[in-house]
């Protein structure tokens, strides 16, 4: 069942409410009647004070804040425990893995918005300013192991709680408008931030397991850590974070525990439009910018355990890690520093002993032009047998600068069909995306 309720105020002030009533059978009977509501409230400003449009500059200028609730479900039969045949004792029927979970309540989520939206110059220069805070509370994770002592294996379960936040900014501006040359430029900028609120007292971690790829890199997350982290095992260290060294091999020592080593959260995304009409010529682009943000190079970490990598090349060299001795020394004000000399060639456990942390590149950018259209419309008079008549090509990622050593830095390690965050930002085998470059016609009669 669902209400809304809507009232203006002479076209100038807006306000609605909203509230969603729902039951689901695939929760338990006590938790299947939920609700949640949502309300919105915005003000033409520049017509509730006339006076900011009297110098001309100003044409619009529009605030809006709005709350929403939602809420999630989960998947049938998830909440009990069935029979499946049980092959290993001889046939019959047993439980199988999955727990039932009595006390399972939907997923909650809601999402605080507030913005404004400027037009100035006559409509030429428009502005979007937007920050969000989303917050997830009890949200349904399934497959999730407990403790066997319970006599399963997996539970679906209200586990963790997440919060998402960020500010989006969108400016559209005409930079040319004449009769038969105009040019309009569009730049849409996010900055995103995300964070794990709460996870149940007994699990130290929790991963993703579509992430889990190769070695032992996966999308883990922790309490109070991002949602899109890289844990993995890494390099033992001392107290002053100096990589140890194994005195009798000099190789670095590792750790064998999956922490925190990346976040593929970028710092900021940039999308840059361009659309250029000259007559009856329309060119448009997109560039899309990323700015930081992790991946995990699987790829490069597979071919370098297999010698097939570039950094086995130089493997006849001399070399000393950087670190310290792994003597006892090394939580001390003057731990030991290492000076073992090492030559790959001669010690295949150089590349071996290396972890997933090693394979892990820091703050990836790329700079893409992800489509390029050019289209030409034919003149009627040209054309009287037809009411429109155009020639188009269209060329997707042409050009592509990056930071990144891999193929191509807009990885997904997974389908679209994964849950949560997903994979991306886990290079294993991916294929770059490909050049493709199509001509067409399009006609109307």
Known sequence: MFGEFAVDYKNVIFLSYTHRFEQ?????????????????????????????????????WKLRTSLAGTARINPPYSTQSTFVNNFASGGGFSYGFLNNNAELAPEKQSTYEIGTEFRLFKSRLNIDVAYYNTKNIGQIISNMRLSYGTGYVLNTQNAASTRNKGVEIAVDYDIVKAKNLTWNMRM??????????????????????????????????????????????????????????NPANGLPVGNGVFTVQGDRNPDFTLGWTNTVRWKNWRVSMLWDLKVGGDIFNGTNMYLTLRGRSKLTQDRFSPRVIEGVLNDGM????????????????????????????????????????????????????FIKAFKSLSLFATGNDLILLTNYSGADPAVNGNTAGSTGVGGFGFDYATLPSPITINFGLKASF
């Open 24 to 60: 689901s059978s695939t929760l338990p009977k006590k938790n299947r009647n939920y609700n949640y509501p949502g309300g919105s409230v915005s003000i033409i400003m520049s017509d509730l004070f006339p006076g900011l449009k009297k110098n001309g500059k100003l044409n619009f």
């Open 188 to 245: 849409n900028f996010n900055k995103m931030y995300n964070r794990v609120i709460g996870m149940p007292a007994n699990v130290a971690e929790y991963y993703i397991a579509d992430t889990w790829l190769f070695g032992n890199a996966r999308g883990g997350l922790i309490l109070n850590g991002p949602t899109t982290s890289i844990t993995a095992f890494g390099y033992s260290r001392n107290s002053q974070g100096k990589i140890l060294i």
């Open 330 to 381: 090394q939580n001390t004000s003057t731990p030991t520093v290492n000076t073992i000399v090492v030559v790959p060639a001669y010690n295949d456990s150089y590349y071996q002993s290396m972890p997933e942390e090693a394979f892990i590149e820091k703050d990836v950018n790329w700079f893409r032009l992800r489509d390029l259209t050019v289209n030409y419309t034919f003149n009627k008079n």
